[in-house]
């Protein structure tokens, strides 16, 4: 364990983009040879746009970054935070809850968050527009969604009191997991029960990929699934029944070009349709 944290500690910025690009092309290459849905589509050019809307997030995370720094910093330099509060733990131990908390907080609740309050769902929409849900999906947000997403990853940071060391492993174990559970894949019955009382899988999180509610506002979570069965948000869909996008934008003029997508947060609100349309 301690060289795990001697590593994220002094992490290459080569390796954190070696993380993003290889689980891109890991998870791709799966999907080509077992595709859950075997899709029309040119799938280059759906990752194109995919990618443009990842190099905006990474543009803003690296902007940004030195706010994610200088506030892990002061939180462990003023012992401030639910993990500087701790008796003294065993070291995986100290990992785990400060990993559960970041996950919690800079994922789960900035999640469901954005489901919930309108003008952060007109920017998180641009995600779930994807007509063709892939481990490219994974990184398709808005710029605005990448800035208040840092800000609950900042404010998950000082409330939880985590080192940086920690916050490293964090973000390469979030990007890990959104691109293995936004693959066009899909998991044998048997491994997915197992293994979904742990991670969130790409089986659990398709389902928050359906494209009108109650199925919209389910399955939240990105790395642990416990945040979904605690707060009873966990919802199962079978496969065949699926159906991707987002039931207010499902022209491919709308959610495929870069321009649309980028003004679909000014442009004039469109509630949810609803269970109407699946019934």
């Known amino acids: 364990m301690q060289t795990l944290v ?4 002094h992490i290459p910025s080569s390796h954190r983009s070696a993380i993003l690009v290889g689980g891109i092309t890991l998870f791709w290459l799966i999907e080509g040879a077992y595709p859950l849905f075997r899709f029309q589509y040119n799938k280059w050019r759906h990752a194109r746009t995919n ?3 990842t190099l905006t997030t990474i543009i803003i995370n690296f902007l940004m970054a030195f706010v ?25 131990a100290f990992a785990l809850i400060g990993l559960m908390l ?16 309108k003008w952060m769902w007109r920017f998180h ?35 939880t009191g985590a080192p940086m060391w920690m916050v490293f ?11 293995f559970n936004h693959a066009n894949i899909t998991l044998p019955t048997w491994l997915d029960r197992v293994l ?10 398709h389902v928050h990929h359906h494209y009108v509610q109650p199925y ?27 159906v991707y996008g987002i039931d207010t934008h499902m022209k491919a003029e709308e959610n495929a070009q870069v321009g649309n997508l980028l003004k679909i947060p000014f442009q004039e609100y469109r509630p949810s349709v609803g269970t109407k349309l699946a019934e």
Do not use: C
């Not at 994610?68 to 002061?74: E, G, N, P, T």
């Not at 979904?196 to 999180?205: A, F, G, K, L, R």
């Open 196 to 205: 979904s009382w742990v991670i969130v899988t790409p089986n659990m999180h």
């Open 6 to 9: 001697e590593y994220f500690e």
């Open 68 to 92: 994610l720094v200088k506030s892990s910093d002061w939180a462990v330099a003023q012992e401030f935070g639910i993990l500087q509060w701790l008796p003294a733990l065993p070291l995986w």
């Open 216 to 242: 919209t506002d389910s399955n939240y979570g990105n790395i642990f699934s416990i945040w979904d069965r605690l707060f009873g948000t966990f919802t199962r869909l079978e496969h065949d029944k699926l």
């Open 125 to 159: 929409l641009i995600h779930h527009s994807d007509l063709h849900v892939d481990t490219t999906t994974a990184n398709r947000h808005h710029p605005g969604e990448s800035v208040f997403r840092f800000l609950f990853t900042t404010l998950a940071v000082v409330i």
């Open 51 to 53: 990618i443009i809307f």
């Open 102 to 117: 970041l996950d919690l907080i800079g994922a789960w609740f900035v999640h469901w968050t954005e489901h919930k309050v």
């Open 169 to 179: 492993m964090y973000q390469s174990l979030s990007v890990a997991l959104s691109q």
